[in-house]
């Protein structure tokens, strides 16, 4: 039996042998060929690898010898063994070959992570749940595709013909008595279990949760039944007050938080609990005394929050001088009745849900050892604030 070495030295022989006696192994004519697999492996005259191929590429055969072809691609010669060519392009999951045409439609990806495949078969994109492609022609399961400027292609279990409605998570019942809540901003969208919305609630609207899993709740408005989700309800009304500076003594305006304020570690605490998102707060600004409502919208590092009311806003605002800026200041952060030390700065940024309240965007709450989203590190300055608000006295 032939040694490894023994093997190569052969090979190297047969492709010298065919180059320089290219009319020995001639076709009578030259025939097209495939690629019988992925990864097929393409030499020069010297027996050296080259490059690979995907399964199902199309080349011509002009000679062969042995065990050895001579190909031609794209007006290149080259050479190839003989058991990764076949005659025929094999029918696979993406084929190469031209799919029989279709007419140019529009398609809908029907699940997250839907694949998009070379002709090789090889996945060079997942698309998400109702990304739009084109699909240019059919054959079999498959479908050849345009998507972002590429082509490639698809199977068809993976399409729709039109997009694919997002269902509301139906919820299992978490409890036997039904409870009341309420819309905790205005615009609170209510959908079917088909994920069509069937109505818009109001700040403070009343509605009946029957049941809860995960981020859901299912609820009855009147004859509808429909879902929401937790973080647009509240257990109590939030109050429509304004917000009033720390000198007012009478009147049903906000009044500033009193007392000392708890230092919360952001990861270790309940604080991300207790501020959780949805969640509504006072905040009273350590320096001026002044107060003012905020909701938490989102944030994982820390919060992200926006001033309730346009009136909030203003007090808000009054406090960092008239003029938004990142100035971090210290601030007792004050959810049913306990006060907390935080951080804030003074500058809208991002996306808000909450859009009648003259503030673009949201802005920052940071807690012990919280971090910024950019760096994902902790900021002293921010620190620096908390331990200021956790030092401080309010009287």
Request: hydrophobic share 35%.
């Amino acid at each position: 039996m032939l040694t490894r070495s023994q093997r190569c030295i052969m090979l190297l022989l047969i492709f010298a042998a065919l180059a320089l006696a290219l009319t020995a192994g001639a076709l009578a004519e030259q025939r097209t060929v495939y690629t019988a697999k992925n990864g097929a492996k393409v030499y020069d005259a010297q027996g050296k690898v080259v490059g690979t191929l995907p399964a199902d590429t199309k080349l011509t055969l002009t000679g062969v010898k042995g065990k050895v072809c001579r190909v031609e691609r794209d007006g290149r010669t080259v050479y190839m063994m003989k058991s990764d060519l076949t005659q025929a392009a094999a029918p696979a999951a993406t084929p190469s070959a031209t799919p029989a045409p279709a007419k140019t439609v529009t398609s809908y990806v029907k699940r997250d992570g839907a694949k998009l495949y070379d002709a090789g078969g090889t996945a060079i994109a997942k698309l998400k749940l109702n990304d739009a492609v084109t699909v240019t022609a059919k054959k079999g399961k498959v479908c050849q595709v345009t998507f972002d400027g590429r082509t490639g292609y698809m199977r068809k279990t993976d399409l729709s013909a039109s997009p694919v409605a997002t269902p509301a998570p139906t919820a299992t019942p978490a409890q036997s008595k039904s409870s009341a809540a309420y819309a905790n901003h205005e615009g609170v969208k209510v959908y079917s279990a088909a994920g069509k919305v069937i109505a818009t609630l109001a700040l403070n609207d009343a509605v009946t949760v029957t049941a809860t899993k995960g981020k859901a709740c299912r609820v009855t408005i009147g004859s509808k039944t429909g879902y929401v989700n937790r973080s647009d309800l509240s257990e109590s009304k939030t109050s429509t007050e304004p917000a009033v500076t720390a000198a007012a003594s009478s009147g049903s305006g906000l009044r500033p938080a009193k007392g000392i304020a708890r230092e919360m570690d952001w990861w270790t605490s309940d604080i991300q609990k207790i501020f959780a998102r949805g969640v509504t707060a006072q905040i009273t600004d350590v320096e001026t005394g002044l107060t003012w409502r905020e909701r938490r919208n989102g944030g994982t590092n820390h919060a992200d929050c926006q001033p309730l009311t346009a009136a909030d806003t203003a007090a808000m605002k009054q406090a960092y001088g008239g003029s938004w800026s990142w100035n971090r200041r210290a601030v007792f952060v004050t959810i049913n009745g306990t006060n907390y030390a935080a951080s804030i700065n003074g500058m809208p940024h991002g996306s808000g849900s909450i859009k009648d309240n003259n503030f673009n965007g949201h802005h920052c709450i940071h807690f012990t050892n919280s971090r910024t989203h950019g760096t994902n590190k902790v900021c002293s300055l921010h620190q620096a604030a908390i331990k200021k608000a956790a030092s401080t006295t309010l009287k």
